[in-house]
Protein backbone atom coordinates (compact mmCIF):
# COMPACT_ATOMS: atom_id res chain seq x y z
CA UNK A 1 0.00 0.00 0.00
CA UNK A 2 1.77 3.72 -1.20
CA UNK A 3 2.57 6.05 1.77
CA UNK A 4 1.77 9.28 0.98
CA UNK A 5 3.44 12.54 2.23
CA UNK A 6 2.95 16.03 1.93
CA UNK A 7 6.69 18.42 1.40
CA UNK A 8 6.37 22.23 0.22
CA UNK A 9 2.26 21.63 -0.06
CA UNK A 10 2.58 19.09 -2.58
CA UNK A 11 1.65 15.25 -2.28
CA UNK A 12 3.84 12.83 -2.88
CA UNK A 13 3.29 8.80 -2.94
CA UNK A 14 6.41 6.01 -2.01
CA UNK A 15 5.23 2.67 -3.18
CA UNK A 16 7.71 -0.30 -4.57
CA UNK A 17 10.77 1.65 -4.02
CA UNK A 18 9.62 4.39 -6.14
CA UNK A 19 8.05 8.05 -5.52
CA UNK A 20 5.08 9.65 -7.64
CA UNK A 21 4.80 13.33 -7.25
CA UNK A 22 3.01 15.80 -9.69
CA UNK A 23 5.80 18.14 -8.88
CA UNK A 24 9.11 17.46 -10.60
CA UNK A 25 11.53 19.08 -8.85
CA UNK A 26 10.77 17.61 -5.42
CA UNK A 27 10.13 14.18 -7.66
CA UNK A 28 13.71 14.19 -8.19
CA UNK A 29 14.61 15.33 -4.99
CA UNK A 30 12.87 12.28 -3.36
CA UNK A 31 13.60 9.81 -6.01
CA UNK A 32 17.54 10.97 -5.21
CA UNK A 33 16.71 9.60 -1.61
CA UNK A 34 14.50 6.04 -2.64
CA UNK A 35 15.25 2.69 -1.07
CA UNK A 36 14.81 0.32 -3.68
CA UNK A 37 15.23 -2.31 -1.29
CA UNK A 38 11.85 -0.90 0.72
CA UNK A 39 9.37 -3.60 -0.22
CA UNK A 40 7.41 -4.42 2.73
CA UNK A 41 4.46 -2.46 4.19
CA UNK A 42 6.82 -1.21 7.37
CA UNK A 43 9.82 -0.66 5.33
CA UNK A 44 8.02 1.73 2.80
CA UNK A 45 6.60 3.69 5.96
CA UNK A 46 9.96 3.63 7.49
CA UNK A 47 11.31 5.24 4.13
CA UNK A 48 8.36 7.77 3.68
CA UNK A 49 9.00 8.62 7.22
CA UNK A 50 12.59 9.96 6.78
CA UNK A 51 12.29 11.58 3.63
CA UNK A 52 9.54 13.46 5.03
CA UNK A 53 11.55 14.27 8.21
CA UNK A 54 14.66 15.23 5.94
CA UNK A 55 12.63 18.10 4.20
CA UNK A 56 10.49 18.62 7.24
CA UNK A 57 7.04 17.91 5.57
CA UNK A 58 4.08 15.99 6.71
CA UNK A 59 3.35 11.89 6.33
CA UNK A 60 -0.62 10.68 5.85
CA UNK A 61 -2.25 8.77 9.15
CA UNK A 62 -4.71 7.21 10.01
CA UNK A 63 -6.00 10.35 11.93
CA UNK A 64 -4.99 12.64 9.32
CA UNK A 65 -1.50 14.31 8.81
CA UNK A 66 1.19 14.35 11.34
CA UNK A 67 4.72 16.26 11.23
CA UNK A 68 7.60 13.57 10.37
CA UNK A 69 10.50 13.81 13.21
CA UNK A 70 13.82 14.93 11.90
CA UNK A 71 16.37 12.40 11.09
CA UNK A 72 19.01 11.97 13.21
CA UNK A 73 22.31 13.23 11.53
CA UNK A 74 24.06 10.74 9.31
CA UNK A 75 27.49 12.70 10.08
CA UNK A 76 28.79 14.35 13.48
CA UNK A 77 31.24 16.73 14.74
CA UNK A 78 32.15 13.99 17.03
CA UNK A 79 33.54 11.85 14.15
CA UNK A 80 35.94 14.12 13.25
CA UNK A 81 36.44 16.04 16.85
CA UNK A 82 39.61 15.02 18.22
CA UNK A 83 38.99 13.14 21.61
CA UNK A 84 41.70 14.45 24.88
CA UNK A 85 41.36 18.06 23.69
CA UNK A 86 37.99 19.39 22.49
CA UNK A 87 38.97 22.73 22.91
CA UNK A 88 41.78 22.59 20.22
CA UNK A 89 39.17 21.19 17.65
CA UNK A 90 38.24 23.97 14.91
CA UNK A 91 40.23 25.13 12.16
CA UNK A 92 41.23 28.52 14.34
CA UNK A 93 42.69 26.28 17.03
CA UNK A 94 46.04 27.69 16.07
CA UNK A 95 45.25 31.46 17.06
CA UNK A 96 44.54 30.03 20.68
CA UNK A 97 47.33 31.22 23.26
CA UNK A 98 50.00 28.03 24.01
CA UNK A 99 50.20 27.88 27.87
Given at each position: ??????????????????????????????????????????????????????????????????????PEAE?????????????????????????
Open positions: MPVRIRIYGKEATFSQGCWACDDDSLQAMLQGLADPRAVSQEQEHAHALYAAGRFGGLIATPLGWEAAPHIKLEDFAPGPHPERAGWLGFLRKKR
